[in-house]
C-alpha cells in the first residue's frame, strides 16, 4: 500500500467517526439519522443517473440492502439516545466483523483461519469489557443492545451488499441504489416512531445532517476506491482506527468520560478487528 493510499484510508476512517460524532453532539438523533440518509439517497441518485439501470433480479438485492440499513440507522440512532459516543461506537463498529464471520461460516461453510478466530475472541473480550463499563458506571443499560443491533444490521447488510455487487456487476451503482432505497424506507419508519416532529430541525442542525450524510458517502467511497489500490484485507483492518478516532473524539471533543477500562476496551476492539481481516 502507497503512503497516499494510506492517508486516503485513514481519512475515511476519520470521516466516519466525525459523521458519527455530529449525529451524537446534535439534536434529536433520529432527526439526524433521517439527513443522513437523505444525504446518501441523494447522493446516491446522482451516481446511479449516470449507469446502466439495474436487471430484474438485482432489486430483490437493492430492496433488501435498503431495509436492513434502515434497521442499521434507527439502531444507532436509538443506541445515541442512550449512551456515549466513546461507548456505543466502539460496540457497534467493533461487534460488526464478528457477527460477519460467524455467520459466514455457518450460513456460507465459510473456513474460519486461526487468526480470525483470535480476532474473534480479542472482538469478543473488548466488547464484553465495553459494554460492562455500562453497567457498572451508571449508564443506560439499553445502548447495549441497541449498539449490538446496529452491528448486526451491519453485518447483515454487508454480506448483503457483497452477494449483490457481484450479482450487479456494477458495486458502484449497487451502492448507489442500496443508498437511495435506504431513503425510501427511512423516512417513513421515522415518521411512524417518531411523528412529524422528527422533520422539525434548525437550518443549522439541517446543515450539519446533510454535512454529516456527505461526510458518511465520502468515507464509504474512499475506501471502495482504496480497495481497488491495495488488498482489501488491509484496507478494511487499517479502517477499523475510526474507532480509535471515535474514543479520541468522545474524550477529546465531546468531553466524555473516560477510564482505563474504555480505553483497554476500544484497543481490544480495534486489534480483534484488525485480527480478523488480516
Do not use: Q
Request: aromatic share 10%; charged share 10%; no cysteine.
Amino acid at each position: 500500500m502507497s503512503f497516499a493510499v494510506f492517508l486516503w484510508v485513514m481519512a475515511a476512517a476519520l470521516l466516519h467517526a466525525v459523521w458519527n460524532a455530529m449525529i451524537k453532539t446534535g439534536g434529536s438523533k433520529m432527526t439526524g439519522m433521517l439527513m443522513v440518509a437523505l444525504g446518501n439517497g441523494v447522493l446516491g441518485l446522482a451516481v446511479v443517473a449516470t449507469r446502466p439501470f439495474p436487471s430484474g433480479e438485482i432489486w430483490v438485492w437493492v430492496i433488501a440492502s435498503g431495509f436492513i440499513r434502515m434497521i442499521y440507522l434507527l439502531f444507532l440512532g436509538y443506541a445515541y439516545e442512550h449512551g456515549d459516543l466513546s461507548r456505543v461506537y466502539p460496540i457497534a463498529r467493533g461487534a460488526a466483523p464478528m457477527f460477519v464471520l460467524v455467520a459466514g461460516s455457518v450460513l456460507l461453510a465459510d473456513v474460519i483461519r486461526p487468526t480470525e478466530m483470535a480476532g474473534i475472541l480479542v472482538l469478543g473480550a473488548g466488547i464484553l469489557l465495553m459494554a460492562r463499563g455500562a453497567f457498572t458506571n451508571g449508564e443506560s443499560r439499553r445502548l447495549v443492545p441497541f449498539a449490538l443491533g446496529s452491528a448486526l444490521a451491519t453485518a447483515s447488510y454487508s454480506i448483503v451488499d457483497g452477494i449483490g455487487a457481484r450479482l450487479s456487476g456494477d458495486p458502484v451503482a449497487f451502492v448507489g441504489w442500496a443508498l437511495a432505497m435506504t431513503a425510501v424506507f427511512y423516512l417513513p419508519a421515522a415518521l411512524a416512531l417518531k411523528g412529524t416532529r422528527v422533520l422539525r430541525a434548525s437550518r443549522a442542525a439541517w446543515v450539519s445532517g446533510s454535512l454529516a450524510g456527505i461526510a458518511s458517502y465520502l468515507a464509504y467511497t474512499i475506501v471502495v476506491w482504496a480497495m481497488t489500490k491495495a488488498p482489501i484485507a488491509l484496507v478494511t483492518a487499517l479502517r477499523e482506527t475510526s474507532i480509535l478516532f471515535a474514543v479520541l473524539i468522545g474524550w477529546l471533543v465531546v468531553s466524555e468520560r473516560m477510564d482505563r477500562g474504555k480505553a483497554l476496551a476500544a484497543m481490544l476492539i480495534v486489534g480483534g478487528a484488525a485480527l480478523t481481516r488480516l
